[in-house]
């Protein structure tokens, strides 16, 4: 996020600010007004919403179900005991807390937060048919979530805090929002670290996903917001310190196929 003014000559030929500092995010390569991004990524969920599971399925050649069985083994949700309960932000159409819901065997009380409606209707609707009924989807910013300090055993996110605008006030919430001694986990696309790798990820990022975005769902620029918006995010070791710096103990990382995506762990002590 960075500061930006606009400018104009005045009387004296000086140069003057015209406006207030306005604060600017990245969406995709561009820089956009801070307060205008969130629009922006709702638009390309409300437009991908449909066919979003078949392109992450198309996208990634099914490896996002390995990294999301990853981040659901590190949580390792109890089948048993006192009650347990999970917030999965950005949580879309429910693939992180399906799992979870599969691994506690129903004993894990789930929220999904998601401010995208279009993606929580496909979530409830794929809930239903898994007779998971007792989830909850709710209509939710991870800047500011409707739920009270210390609600929650484990908040996990998913591929989602690269959209959000304020990522410290996301962090933030999160660390609010968890109980003492609960767990952050966060999966992210991330920085290749394997030479001759780097090369062919970007390649294919650029040139086949829009492709992929466009033959699959229609819809090029979409799948080119999402590509742009993975360079654009910190890497696993800028990440880290934001948790870090959000207040989060015990910070770790684990790099999944060469870095492509990252699982990020923190503990609320
Ligand atoms: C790439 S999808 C990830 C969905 C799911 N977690 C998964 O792994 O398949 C990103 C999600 O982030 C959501 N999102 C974007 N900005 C958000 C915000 N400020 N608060 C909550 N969710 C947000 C989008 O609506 C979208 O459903």
């Known amino acids: 996020m960075a500061r930006q003014g606009a400018f104009r ?25 801070l307060s205008h991004k969130q629009a922006l990524v709702d638009a390309v969920f409300h437009a991908v919403a449909r066919r979003y599971d078949l ?11 390995l990294w999301k069985d990853a981040l659901v083994a590190a949580l390792n949700p109890p089948r048993q005991g006192r009650p347990w309960r999970l917030i999965d932000v950005a949580g879309g159409t429910g693939d992180i807390a399906f799992r979870v819901a599969e691994r506690s065997q129903g004993h894990a009380d789930i929220v999904v937060a998601d401010i995208n409606e279009s993606m929580l209707a496909i979530g409830c609707e794929r809930a239903e048919q898994r007779g998971l009924g007792r989830m909850e989807f709710r209509e939710a910013n991870a800047e500011a979530l409707p739920f009270h300090d210390g609600s929650f055993d484990a908040y996990t996110i998913g591929f989602g805090i690269r959209n959000v605008p304020r990522i410290e006030a ?13 767990r952050f986990l966060c999966l992210e696309f991330s920085q290749v670290d394997v030479p001759m790798l780097d090369r ?5 990022s650029f040139r086949a996903i829009p492709a992929l975005g466009r033959v699959v769902a229609g819809d090029a620029e979409s799948y080119r917001y999402l590509v742009e918006s993975i360079r654009t995010f910190p890497n696993q070791e800028r990440f880290a310190e934001k948790i870090r710096q959000a207040g989060f103990a015990r910070v770790s990382y684990r790099n999944f196929s060469g870095g492509i995506a990252a699982l990020h762990s923190g503990w609320k002590l």
Not at 9 to 28: C, K, N, P
Not at 55 to 63: E, F, K, Q, T
Not at 170 to 182: F, N, T, Y
Request: charge should be neutral; proline fraction near 2%.
């Open 200 to 204: 062919l990820y970007e390649a294919y």
């Open 170 to 182: 996301a962090l933030a919430e999160a660390l609010r929002v968890l109980k003492h001694g609960g």
């Open 9 to 33: 000559y005045g009387r004296d030929g000086s140069l003057q600010q015209t406006h207030e500092m306005s604060e600017r995010a990245s969406f995709g390569y561009r820089s956009v007004p």
């Open 55 to 65: 392109m992450n399925d198309v996208m990634s050649g099914g490896l996002h179900r």
